[in-house]
């Protein structure tokens, strides 16, 4: 994973579930209350470690779901064949404890203050967690940049938050496409993306967009491309790549 700061430097630290809400049959984003946590930016990640009665641990790294200001939140998609999404996801409870450590990344970040030019957000999957991060650091401060996310999903009802997403907001587009099933009478994007979708949805490069694309390597890789080949500097198409899951899970 691209960009991640030395975990070394961090401390593991326990903190309590607060809420969990389910996004789809197999995504919930679990909140939760860090006492001592030191805020974190845009587009970060955390570590999750959970320890077994006889003394196994495992570890995962999970985006941060929430903007910068509000409770610690990340996004848990379940992979049938994980050693800890199917945990945090069917067994996790309000009141549980659990141990962080982050914040974690200093590269795909965005912050309002210096971060300028329209926003390009490209979600593959669960790929889209950070990126609500993003959206929602920009609604709370009130940025006027606008912003466009292309989210490429398996189906409609694998859309995570798509609730949120289809709120009304005059300084947002959201644009899917849906590579294995559809609804009857969509008439929305359909398959990978490739150049000719990204043509069409990605701004003009002479507003100085800045990109952010997110999701598994093959996404990753493919929009990343497609975009400086449409013109995009590549210093203004940040990058966080999961492995061939999907996930961090």
Do not use: N
């Not at 969990?20 to 860090?34: C, D, G, L």
């Not at 210096?114 to 401060?141: K, M, Q």
């Not at 009478?185 to 701004?203: C, I, N, P, Q, S």
């Amino acid at each position: 994973m691209e960009g991640t700061a030395v975990r070394g430097r961090l401390t593991w630290q326990t903190a309590t579930v607060t809420k969990i809400t389910p996004e789809t049959a197999r995504a919930s984003t679990i909140v939760f209350e860090v006492p001592d946590w030191a805020g974190h930016r845009a587009g970060q990640h955390l570590d999750v470690r959970l320890t077994a009665d006889d003394g196994y641990r495992a570890e995962r790294s999970y985006s941060i779901a929430s903007a910068p200001g509000e409770p610690v939140a990340i996004t848990v998609e379940r992979l049938e064949d994980g050693e800890v999404s199917p945990y945090l996801t069917e067994e996790l409870r309000p009141g549980d404890e659990i141990e962080l450590r982050g914040p974690i990344g200093g590269y795909f970040v965005w912050d309002p203050a210096t971060d300028h030019g329209p926003l390009l957000l490209a979600a593959g999957g669960s790929g889209v967690v950070p990126l609500r991060s993003i959206l929602r650091d920009r609604e709370r401060t009130g940025s006027a940049e606008k912003a466009r996310l292309l989210y490429s999903s398996r189906s409609l009802p694998d859309v995570i938050y798509r609730e949120e997403l289809e709120r009304p907001d005059p300084g947002l587009d959201v644009v899917y496409t849906l590579t294995r099933s559809r609804p009857p009478g969509w008439r929305g994007h359909a398959g990978r993306v490739d150049d000719a979708l990204l043509a069409e949805v990605a701004w003009p490069t002479g507003q100085g967009p800045l990109a952010f694309v997110c999701g598994p390597t093959s996404f990753v890789e493919a929009v990343a491309e497609g975009l400086v080949g449409l013109g995009y500097p590549p210093a203004r198409v940040k990058t966080e790549r999961f492995g061939a899951t999907g996930g961090r899970q």
